[in-house]
């Protein structure tokens, strides 16, 4: 009995190597392709920026390609890695090596879940498969957009109305658009792009190019709001928008006087006051008028008052212009130019001033005549005789 029982405690000290836990090392055979973002929403049109990890779990080096399958061909993606268009992958043996695939959504998509693999393919055949999801959250287009913030701008007749556009081309080609303008007559339209004046300008797709529209109203434009419709066009797709232009008034003013006689006599070394006529012949007030000369050398004028604050449309204002002849001058006929300016608009008047000789020095030249006349009587009459 007892040799009965040394022989089954022999047997089990046998049979305890085998039946006590050892820790096993199962090496992991293959490639493993890793990116955190496996499921991202964005809107047509977008690129996504994946960034991929590559792990070597063999015991040799791995030449690794890195594609996307069952994707439609209408998203373009490239794969690079620090900068280089990546063709295929080294990776040692228990390395990680990283890549990115830019991949972009088209912007004429279904909105809808997309789902397609990411897959890494070794030199020995092994694949790492990783599934991904893309979610388009809204309808895509292949339009053409024209916008911009401001359509509407108010000024006078005289101002330059510059709007600032965005020419957005939502299609998947580069387009070359027409830049076009159903301006009223006369009305002047310019079309800049990076500084130039343009007719026709290239947007690459998904690229939005900045277009500055100005527009000149024509000199004797009636106050009124005007549309002006612009448009960007091709054979296969177009944009407009309607752009508006609120005219305040016009500005107009003329000098001249109450009478319109625009000449004057004057004696050298006087002064004339005479009145000037002011007016206002736009639809808009003019305001802070002053009023100014050009006058020959030696000469002066000065004007009461020397500016008006408003002159209503149609009004005219009477200033008194006070002319001061040079004592110098000599008989004949002199310009002098009077200017009426206004912030927005300015005229001026020349008149022509005959100046004459004082009647004083007149009465002392006959005077000498007469002395020198009466000393010549004199003389032939005390010496004639002799």
């Known amino acids: ?11 089990l000290l046998l049979l305890v190597p085998f039946s006590l836990p050892t820790k096993t090392t199962f090496a992991a055979e293959g ?9 991202i929403s964005v809107t047509p049109g977008e690129s996504i920026s994946y960034a991929f990890d590559v792990t070597n779990h063999t015991s040799s080096i791995q030449q690794v390609k890195v594609s996307l399958e ?18 295929e992958l080294s990776v040692k043996p228990g390395e990680t090596k990283s890549l990115t695939i830019e991949l972009s959504v088209p912007l004429k998509v279904e909105k809808g879940d997309y789902k397609f693999n990411a897959v890494a393919t070794s030199s020995n055949g092994i694949k790492s498969n990783l599934p991904m999801l893309v979610t388009v959250s809204e309808q895509g287009t292949f339009t053409t957009e024209f916008t911009t913030e401001q359509p509407n701008l108010q000024g006078h007749s005289d101002t330059k109305f510059e709007y600032t556009a965005q020419l957005k081309n939502r299609t998947g080609h580069e387009q070359n658009y027409a830049l076009v ?108 008028v002053t009023l100014s000369a050009n006058t020959p050398q030696g000469w002066d004028v000065s004007f009461s008052p020397m500016k008006i604050s408003s002159i209503e449309p149609g009004k005219t204002e009477t200033v008194k212009a006070t002319i001061q002849a040079s004592d110098k001058a000599i008989a004949g006929d002199y310009v002098v130019e009077m200017t009426a300016s206004a912030p927005e608009k300015s005229s001026n008047a020349q008149f022509r001033i005959s100046v004459k000789t004082s009647l004083v020095w007149g009465w002392v030249g006959i005077l000498i005549i007469v002395g020198v006349i009466g000393g010549i009587f004199y003389l032939i009459r005390k010496y004639g005789r002799r």
């Open 1 to 11: 009995m007892l040799k009965k029982l040394f022989s089954i405690f022999a047997l």
């Open 181 to 288: 303008a159903k301006a009223p007559r006369g009305w002047a339209v310019d079309f800049k792009a990076d500084g130039d004046s343009v007719s026709s300008v290239k947007v690459e797709s998904n690229a939005t190019k900045s277009i500055t529209i100005s527009l000149t109203p024509p000199t004797e434009v009636e106050a009124d709001t005007y549309k002006i419709p612009v448009g960007a066009i091709n054979d296969s797709t177009s944009a407009d928008m309607e752009l508006e232009a609120v005219i305040t008034g016009t500005y107009g003013i003329e000098l001249s006087t109450p009478s319109g006689k625009l000449s004057e006599n004057i004696t050298a070394g006087r002064e004339k006051t005479i009145s000037v006529a002011v007016k206002n012949t736009g639809t808009a007030p003019l305001n802070d």
């Open 70 to 87: 069952d994707i439609s061909k209408d998203w373009k993606y490239t794969v690079t890695s620090e900068g280089w268009d990546l063709k």
């Open 31 to 39: 490639i493993e392709l890793y990116t955190p973002y496996t499921g």
